[in-house]
C-alpha cells in the first residue's frame, strides 16, 4: 500500500484525529520543556521503543521485564517529579487553546507588582521577588511557606517590612500570583562584584545565573531597584520601566497569535538555532 494511496483513504475522523494528537504532543512539549521531567520523558520514550521492537522480535524475556518495569517507572516518576508534574497541570488550561484569557490578567498583577515595588523602594523596605518564566525554580531555592495572592502593594508592604517574620526571605511570583514567601536563594560566587552589594543582590545574581527567573532587588539602604536576568544586572528607574520589562519576561515565547505551524517552526530555531 503506497503512500498516496493511505492518505488518500484518511476519513474526516482520521484527520482530526492526527491533529488533535499534534496538539497534545506539542503543549505537553511547551508544559515539560525546562524542567527536570523532560529528560525522564525522552528516557520513557526511548524505554518505549526498545519494548516495541523487542516485542516485535519475539523477545519474550524482554518484553517480559519490560512489562513489569514499566509499572515501576511510572509510580517512580510520579513520586520523583510531582512537583513538576503539579506544576505542569496548573498551567493546562483549555481555554488557552482558543486564545481566552482566566483568572488574573497579565496588565492588573503587573501594574501591581511595579506600583508595589517602588511603594517599598520610596520606604527604603528591601525586598526580593523572583519572576519564574521557563524553568521551575524549585530545585535552586530552599525554605519558604506556600500562599496564593496577587502581589498587591498592601501585600508585599506587609510580607517585607521588618516586623513581619519572612521578610528576610524571598517572594516567589508564579503565573502572576505570589506562590511562596521566606524562600533562600543560592548566593552567586563571582568576584569582582560592587562592594556595597549584600546579600540579597548576591542571592538574586545567583539564582539569574543558574535558571531564566528573573529577581528583582529592593535596597533597604538606598531605596534603588534592580532587576537580575541571565546573570546580569539592571537598574530600574521607575514602575514604567519594570512594568515594560516584566510583561517582556512573560510574553509568550512564541508570539501571541501564530499559527500552530509558526509556533512550531519558531520553537524549533530557538532551541537549536537554526538560521
Known amino acids: 500500500m503506497t503512500a498516496f494511496s493511505i492518505i488518500s483513504n484518511l476519513r474526516a ?24 521531567a523532560f529528560k525522564a520523558l525522552v528516557g520513557l520514550v526511548a524505554l518505549g521503543a526498545v519494548f516495541t521492537v523487542a516485542k516485535s522480535w519475539g523477545l519474550f524475556l524482554t518484553t517480559w521485564v519490560f512489562q513489569i518495569l514499566w509499572q515501576v517507572l511510572v509510580l517512580l516518576l510520579i513520586i520523583l517529579f510531582q512537583s513538576e508534574i503539579r506544576q505542569v497541570l496548573e498551567k493546562v488550561n483549555p481555554l488557552r487553546f482558543f486564545g481566552l484569557r482566566s483568572g488574573t490578567s497579565e496588565e492588573d498583577w503587573v501594574d501591581q507588582l511595579s506600583t508595589g515595588t517602588f511603594l517599598l523602594a520610596k520606604k527604603k523596605v528591601g525586598a526580593l521577588l523572583i519572576i519564574e518564566r521557563g524553568d521551575l525554580v524549585d530545585e535552586w531555592i530552599t525554605g519558604g511557606l506556600e500562599m496564593e495572592a496577587i502581589p498587591r502593594p498592601e501585600i508585599l508592604m506587609s510580607i517585607f517590612h521588618k516586623g513581619s517574620p519572612v521578610h528576610d526571605g524571598a517572594a516567589l511570583i508564579r503565573s502572576g500570583k505570589l506562590s511562596r514567601v521566606a524562600c533562600y536563594l543560592p548566593l552567586s560566587s563571582r568576584e569582582g562584584l560592587p562592594e556595597q552589594w549584600g546579600t540579597r543582590h548576591r542571592a538574586a545574581l545567583g539564582l539569574s545565573e543558574r535558571c531564566d527567573a528573573w529577581v528583582i532587588v529592593v535596597s533597604e539602604e538606598t531605596g534603588t531597584v534592580s532587576v537580575m536576568r541571565g546573570g546580569e544586572h539592571w537598574k530600574i528607574s521607575d514602575g514604567i520601566q519594570l512594568g ?32
Not at 512550531?264 to 537549536?272: D, E, N, S, Y
Open 13 to 36: 475522523q482520521d484527520i482530526l484525529d492526527i491533529l488533535l494528537m499534534t496538539i497534545l504532543v506539542y503543549h505537553l512539549y511547551l508544559w515539560f520543556w525546562g524542567t527536570k
Open 244 to 275: 515594560r520589562l516584566l510583561r517582556e519576561a512573560v510574553a509568550p515565547p512564541s508570539g501571541g497569535s501564530q499559527g500552530l505551524s509558526q509556533k512550531l517552526i519558531t520553537l524549533v530555531r530557538r532551541r537549536f538555532k537554526l538560521k
